[in-house]
């Protein structure tokens, strides 16, 4: 089988190199690069050198051939029109759910040769195929399982992804490249959003957006507690970053026409958390789920909320959480799932109730 490996110059994925060819599979291996490392490089070093290096180095090791695709404009299109489109409405995007549905098992794999069957990658996630159909499971490492950020690809996707390490814990992996003797081995996981690679997030935003500067208000009091530079800034739960003394303060609303960002003290946290929200635009990876009650994620991370759905429109959905969250925001994802299987997707347009 043809198998295309792509490498981040992480220890993640070249570890999935090595187990792709413990199948004895016909492998190239591919780093994208992406557009705003040459667009944004006057920010700093550029970030994707040092990736780059790393994946030589391994597909030296491996034996494997490294090619470097450029979806520059892809990236604009697809994903940073997106997250800045979101920000400039106050909402909350998720850039790195779309990267994946329309970068690396999007656009690249369409712009392959039709005799690759499979994409690898690096991203803890199970799939699993069934008779007619494939499903895609958590990993069995909560803190790193990323199916969050894999929920909103399709069947045909699933179907033709393939995550070698998915199953494993993050200590297996490290333990593994060891063993190798990968040159990335000790190398720090990366945190940032896909396509920023090592600028930092403000930085991004300031670029495209500017600066304006407005009011930081006492949601709870309505008293000015100090200024911000633009409410897309900030994030809904947003915690630091804020400025403000006699803390802990943290970002529960913003209003974009009157660029006034609000915060919450952490006592009076209680009284704005949210136990109800509608989600449209759903996608599923096999099929719509029916009324019931299931587990959420609303962000990255270990943490399930159980919730019951109901489904109140074509493509509308409530959502009534068994605890409340304060970090709910419009425009961030919602993704779903039964037991271990991730459903899908949706994202959140309303807020219905506090608790």
């Not at 990658?121 to 195929?129: F, K, L, N, V």
């Not at 993050?170 to 990968?182: C, P, Y």
């Not at 109140?312 to 919602?334: H, N, W």
Request: glycine share 10%.
């Amino acid at each position: 089988m043809k198998t295309a490996v792509l490498l981040s110059g992480g220890v993640d994925s070249s570890v999935a190199l090595f187990e792709v060819l413990k199948r004895k599979q016909d492998v190239t291996a591919y780093y994208l690069k992406i557009w705003l490392e040459d667009e944004l490089s006057y920010l700093g070093q550029c970030p994707w050198e040092e990736d780059l290096s790393y994946a030589r180095e391994v597909c030296e090791m491996a034996g494997v051939p490294l090619k470097v695709i450029s979806l520059q404009m892809e990236y604009f299109e697809k994903v940073v029109t997106y997250a800045l489109e979101e920000l400039k409405q106050g909402r909350t995007p998720s850039p790195d759910i779309f990267c994946n549905l329309y970068i690396k098992f999007g656009v690249f794999f369409h712009s392959l040769d039709s005799t690759y069957e499979k994409v690898a990658s690096g991203h803890y996630g199970i799939i699993e195929d069934r008779e007619d159909y494939s499903v895609l499971k958590r990993s069995p490492d909560p803190v790193k399982d990323q199916t969050y950020f894999l929920s909103y690809m399709t069947q045909d996707q699933i179907r033709r992804a393939w995550f070698p390490i998915g199953g494993m814990y993050k200590e297996e992996v490290r333990a593994l490249a060891d063993e190798l003797g990968l040159p990335n081995r000790q190398r720090k996981d990366s945190q940032g959003i896909c396509f920023l690679g090592k600028f930092k997030y403000n930085d991004f935003v300031q670029h495209y957006l500017g600066e304006k500067r407005g009011e930081i208000i006492n949601r709870k009091t309505g008293a000015v507690e100090g200024a911000h530079k633009g409410f897309w800034f900030h994030t809904i739960g947003q915690r630091t970053g804020l400025g403000l003394g006699n803390g802990p303060w943290y970002v529960s609303g913003k209003d974009p026409e009157k660029n006034i960002v609000y915060v919450t003290h952490q006592q009076d946290l209680k009284e704005f958390r949210y136990t109800a929200y509608t989600v449209s635009g759903c996608s599923w990876i096999y099929k719509p789920p029916v009324d019931g009650r299931y587990e959420v994620k609303l962000r990255h991370g270990p943490k399930l909320t159980g919730a019951s759905i109901t489904w109140i429109g074509q493509d509308r959905i409530r959502v009534d959480l068994d605890e409340g969250d304060s970090g709910i925001a419009p425009g961030q994802f919602t993704v779903f799932y039964d037991g271990d299987v991730c459903l899908g997707a949706g994202k959140i347009e309303g807020l219905i109730s506090q608790l």
